[in-house]
């Protein structure tokens, strides 16, 4: 993988992951393009969390190597990879209860330079529909505020890759309903890539390019859900599994 020309926006080969002496992860691998959105499905303990972990760079993997344009970021932390453009999404949205609206915006926008203005805060919030007044405690926000407030503050970073996991926990229809306008916008108006991990079949069956279904730490299936999703291994993984 040399050169960015012929290279996938991202990569990752041969991920293996132990923790406490069990192996959670064995042989994942994956590419996704620019503007591409790639779901990631599997019952509980499957490790799809874990996956993005190591994608993010917060674990390191046993084995394996995750590209970025091209590059082996293999060794690059979790905050350098958020600088290149990596951004990450968790599936309890904590904010600093201590803190405003504005204020975590400031705290984001002044986290590593170049610091950015206001208004590209104003810029990356009217993406997502956030309209909270700046003076509001994050102590009083709802759960979809708070995914809102920092899916916003990640934007405004201007990210190329986007990890989520299971950005529709927690949310009433309705609320989902927004995450699946604002998730096709970004992948298909600002050509930002996402890999998401969610449960919500009917979420990933109106965004996802592909899928990839995970079973005990390796990847079962991979291709169209439609086609996929119906399979009896498939079936027997996820649907007599997954709570």
Known sequence: MNGEASAPLFACRDLSLDLGGREILREIGFEIERGEVLG????????????????SGRYTPKTGEV????????????F???????????????????????ETFKAARQAYKPYLTRFDAEYAAALVHFEVDYDTPNSTLKTFERRQLLLANIL???????????????????????????????????????????????????????????????????????????????RAAYFEKVD
């Open 67 to 78: 590209f970025y344009n091209g590059q082996d970021i293999n060794n690059l932390p979790l």
């Open 156 to 234: 405004m970073k201007r990210p190329k890759l986007l990890l989520m996991d299971e950005p529709a926990a927690g949310l009433i229809n309705s609320e989902i309903d927004q995450i699946d306008s604002i998730l096709r916008m970004l992948s298909k108006e600002m050509d930002i890539a996402v890999v998401i991990v969610e449960h919500r079949i009917e979420l990933l069956d109106t965004i996802a390019d592909r899928v990839i279904v995970m079973d005990a730490g390796e990847i079962i299936a991979a291709g169209l859900l439609g086609e996929i999703i119906n399979s009896p291994q498939v």
């Open 40 to 55: 990631i499905i599997g019952p509980n303990g499957a490790g799809k969390t874990s996956l993005l972990e190591i994608l």
């Open 80 to 102: 350098a990879r958020a600088r290149l453009g990596i951004g990450r999404t968790y599936q309890t949205p904590v904010v600093c209860e201590d803190l405003t609206v504005g």
